[in-house]
């Protein structure tokens, strides 16, 4: 049987920020081709400053704890701090996940980026260090695996 820490079981069983933000700033969804999982992330921004964080996710019990957590951790974050919200952020704060649900930890990160894009692009900005999202994560090979 999987392991899972308190902090993941807590925020699958009582997830923070399950919603959708009208006229959010900037929008992200990605998927994972390889489980069929989809991961939506809404992003309120006001004057380069996460003010909002809601998602939608058609996914497993760790992608449904990581998008609680990434959305926890970035509100408040400038748009440039969010991007230290990783994979492995979410994860240290999550007290760990089971190895082969690292993956799902991934989801979250990028329908992140890809919110923080849509709104970079809307607004004409740069965010230093994004990079253009993906729609499926399975065409990525850069995240760290712990
Ligand atoms: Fe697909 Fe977890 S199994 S996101």
């Not at 807590?10 to 923070?16: A, L």
């Not at 069929?36 to 909002?52: A, P, R, T, W």
Request: proline fraction near 3%; include cysteine.
């Amino acid at each position: 049987m999987t392991e899972y820490s308190e902090k993941v079981m807590d925020h699958f069983m009582n997830p923070r920020n399950v919603g959708e933000i009208a006229d959010a700033s900037g929008v992200g969804t990605v998927g994972n081709a390889k489980c069929g999982d989809i991961m939506k992330v809404y992003l309120q921004i006001e004057n380069g400053v996460i003010v909002d964080a809601k998602f939608r996710t058609f996914g497993c019990g760790a992608a449904v704890a990581t998008s609680s957590m990434a959305t926890e951790l970035v509100k408040g974050k400038t748009v440039q701090d969010a991007l230290q919200v990783t994979n492995k952020a979410v994860m240290e704060a999550l007290d760990g996940l089971p190895p082969v649900k690292v993956h799902c930890s991934c989801l979250a990160e990028e329908a992140l980026h890809a919110a923080l894009w849509d709104y970079a692009e809307k607004n004409n900005i740069k965010i230093d260090g994004l990079k253009k999202p993906v729609n499926d994560i399975e065409a990525l090979h850069h995240h760290e695996e712990v």
